[in-house]
């Protein structure tokens, strides 16, 4: 099988208090964005990575894949404005040959420490039942208000990705979605609404956390430090 990923590397960061794309930053002399990369390189079912970037980061996209990335193609593309039309831009960018791949992830830049073996049971689920996101119960409770009272939710996942679907029905999905001016908070959430695609949950990891803030960079510094993917 063949797998395309869709590494979105277009936002702005600016919670993260960087004046730079967040991406860029380096943690222990490499960028964030060298991480994942690095592991999709390694992934013998991963055949082409779209990395969807701003326009005026093309050159610096180029420069850190070249640096990083030896075993599988990679296109960049300008991403939108929203995550969805980022999203929307790496799956036009695949229109042409989506059959040629046997599935799709889609995965955030911002999550550096992507793991072969997450990965891998992503892409193997979804190829088998249609669709895969990694989650993982966090230690901390999580919340929803419910008319005015904040409640725990109970069994709650914390959901992270890559997020991997069947390539045409994703493709599709998010055509559609275009259509109706819909904007999902995730790939799975326009999936869902979209398509008739199952979706599993695989075990997901902590360490794969999304930097967001500037404290997020202090936790990427310790675990960068033994990081294999």
Known sequence: ?????????????????????????????????????????????????????????????????????????????????????????????LANDVDAFSCIAIHDGARPFLSLSMLESVIETACRTGGAIPGYVPETTLFQMNEGVLEPLEDAQAVQTPQCFRSAPLLAAYRAAKTAGFEGVDTAETVELFSDLTTAVVPGDPRAFKVTFESDFESAERLAATWRP
Not at 24 to 50: C, F, K, M, Q
Not at 54 to 82: K, L, N, W
Request: glycine residues 12%; proline residues 3%.
């Open 1 to 93: 099988m063949s797998i395309a990923t869709i590494l979105l590397a277009g936002g702005a960061g600016t919670r993260s208090g960087s004046a730079l794309n967040k991406v860029y930053v380096e943690v222990r002399g490499r960028p964030l964005l060298a991480y994942p990369l690095a592991t999709l390189d390694i992934s013998s079912s991963v055949g082409t990575i779209v990395l969807v970037v701003r326009p005026e980061d093309r050159e610096r996209a180029g420069e850190v894949a070249s640096q990083v990335v030896r075993h599988t193609t990679v296109r960049i593309v300008d991403g939108g404005v929203t995550r969805q039309g980022s999203e929307m831009c790496g799956l036009e960018a």
